[in-house]
């Protein structure tokens, strides 16, 4: 008897070698065995399915409720929202003025979301005295632990910064902007973070009628209050005390830019009000001594919460 149940497990060695090889197939291919014949797999952040080799237009509903496809969905979510935590970090090395350390890029490069998010975008090296080079600039390509920071530079040349520390400067900030927008869409940059094209507005040299405030995107009419803060979430921006809320901290000094959107039941409709900018004792600063970056950034903020007010036919007629 000893020697039959040697040779039965002998017969039963070779599939288990073959099982992990083929399981390795799979995963090379990119799909995953979801059983009757039916595989799933990610493509361009999408759930996809296919059959007996031929890829199907559209997921089959048993298949995409299953254990499989209900993992790969939370796999995509997972993704999704690490990409969105990659632009609102360097969002915020921008928004902020943090420089970067070399070792941070290091880390990060091997993740296709960061790579993605830091390609192209406009960086300047910080001494060691944190003094800003401007003039040493580039378009982010890429990280070497021995020779730097690689850019392509304002000749189009790609060179070698060797730096510790890089800063992600906000547009309002840079020098020649148009120049360098050009010269982006010569060579044919593509930056995943908003940075050049971004809007910009310029605070005005002059003090407005109301010193403390902008009322260029006050009355602007929405059906419901509670519209107008979800738009300014979907925005990015938080939400407190009745306003839509932009923080920036510029030359060691938070300031923040408040969006006033009403008050009340929030499914009653609303008027927006007037913009202000506040430091952190949210007392109020003039705005002629905003500084650029926190002026740009707020002005953008009600701008684009106001481009979606309730607009009447008059004003079309009138336009």
Not at 225 to 242: D, E, P, Q
Request: charge should be neutral; proline fraction near 5%.
């Amino acid at each position: 008897m000893a020697k039959a149940v040697a040779k039965k497990s002998a017969k039963k060695q070779p599939a288990k070698k073959t099982a992990p090889k083929t399981a390795r197939k799979v995963q090379a291919a990119g799909w995953i065995d979801a059983g009757k014949g039916y595989e799933l797999g990610i493509r361009d952040g999408k759930l996809v399915a296919r059959k007996d080799g031929k890829q199907l237009g559209s997921v089959p509903k048993p298949v995409k409720d299953g254990a499989l496809g209900e993992r790969l969905a939370s796999a995509i979510d997972f993704l999704e929202e690490h990409e969105r935590t990659c632009m609102t970090t360097v969002e915020t090395w921008m928004l902020r003025s943090l420089p970067v350390p070399r070792g941070v890029l290091e880390a990060v490069m091997a993740d296709d979301a960061w790579a993605n998010v830091l390609r192209d975008a406009w960086v300047v090296p910080v001494a060691k005295d944190g003094a800003v080079d401007r003039e040493a600039g580039g378009f982010y390509r890429g990280v070497d632990k021995q020779k730097g920071i690689g850019v392509v530079n304002r000749d189009g040349e790609t060179v070698w910064v060797d730096t510790e520390n890089v800063l992600v400067p906000h547009p309002i900030l840079l020098d020649e902007i148009d120049d360098l927008r050009a010269m982006a869409v010569e060579i044919g940059v593509r930056q995943g973070l908003q940075q050049l094209f971004r809007e910009t507005f310029v605070r005005p040299a002059v003090a407005p009628p109301d010193p403390l405030s902008i009322e260029q995107f006050s009355g602007g009419e929405f059906a419901m209050l509670n519209t107008a803060i979800g738009l300014a979430k979907r925005l990015g921006y938080r939400v407190s005390g009745g306003a839509s809320v932009c923080r920036v901290l510029e030359r060691g000094r938070l300031v923040e830019a408040r969006y006033d959107l009403g008050d009340g039941d929030p499914m009653y409709e609303t008027t927006t009000g007037d913009l202000q900018w506040v430091d952190d004792k949210q007392k109020q600063i003039a705005v002629v001594d905003v500084p650029p970056v926190a002026f740009s950034e707020g002005m953008r903020m009600a701008s684009q919460i106001y481009a979606k007010r309730k607009v009447e036919e008059s004003e079309d007629d009138d336009a």
